[in-house]
């Protein structure tokens, strides 16, 4: 069973994965009843989530039901527990939305939802981060999760999302990190897939950011919190809702007054 699972996992693109999920969801939730796990994004428990990443799977991260990740429970948590997202009239811009989120937020009176991205299905608008199609200061709050790290100017996309949120606008800026790696590491000459995915932990990632990300967008404009949600609620809800014990939540917002 295992080893069908990451068979089927690490073979399967994940927009494939997506396409086929109200099948693979229905038949692993039956599978894997049971109460020792939660998600905090659907809320369904089970004995415990699918293993899912590419080269070596993470075990007991992947939501059958609703796809979610360790990334997308932390943001969710966040969501709910941190901001007025789900009551005030927000124009919302989600960059290279996911799938555990979308129906979600489309599903949301209060907000304007707009999506974003070079090329996944679900987004509306067709777009290089790079060089975004919006005005200047019209959004309140900016998601985009595990995007810069395939940006080849990753300064120049910050740029970009700022200069689109609104004076006091808020943004979530996931990034996979290194654990205790201090800084960024990124080489330009590093282009093969195998390769990149030897030293920037996937192949179609060009770089892999280190603690000082929270400096890097600091430099770019922002106003960052790095929040430690794991740890604020210790490690029995971390477990029960398998976050990353160690992951940090970047939010950048925009001054008030530039
Ligand atoms: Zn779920």
Request: glycine share 4%; hydrophobic share 40%.
């Amino acid at each position: 069973m295992k080893k069908i699972v990451k068979f089927f996992l690490n073979l399967i693109p994940r927009p494939v994965l997506i396409a086929l999920s109200p099948v693979i969801s229905g038949v692993f939730s039956l599978l894997l009843a049971g109460n020792k796990v939660q998600c905090y994004v659907c809320e369904k428990s089970f004995r415990k989530f699918l293993p899912y990443g590419y080269g070596t799977p993470r075990e007991n991260v992947l939501c059958p039901n609703c796809l979610s990740l360790e990334r997308h429970r932390l943001i969710w948590y966040y969501i709910n527990n941190y901001t007025d997202f789900l009551q005030s009239n927000y124009k919302v811009l989600h960059i290279a939305p996911e799938q555990c989120f979308y129906k979600k937020f489309k599903a949301l009176k209060n907000i304007d939802y707009v999506t974003a991205d070079l090329e996944s299905p679900l987004a509306e608008v067709k777009m290089d981060i790079q060089s975004m199609p919006f005005d200047d200061n019209v959004f309140d709050v900016v998601l985009c999760n595990h995007v810069l790290e395939h940006i080849p100017d990753d300064k120049k996309a910050m740029h970009e999302i700022l200069r689109v949120m609104k004076p006091g606008a808020w943004a979530v800026l996931q990034v996979p990190m290194k654990s205790g790696a201090a800084t960024t590491f990124e080489d330009a000459s590093i282009t093969d897939p195998k390769e990149r995915a030897i030293h920037f932990g996937q192949y179609d990632h060009i770089r892999l950011y280190g603690a000082d990300y929270g400096d890097v967008l600091r430099k770019e404009g922002f106003i960052v919190e790095e929040l430690d949600i794991p740890k604020a609620i210790g490690p029995e809800l971390t477990e029960t809702y398998r976050l990353a014990p160690n992951e940090i939540l970047y939010i950048g917002k925009k001054p008030v007054h530039a």
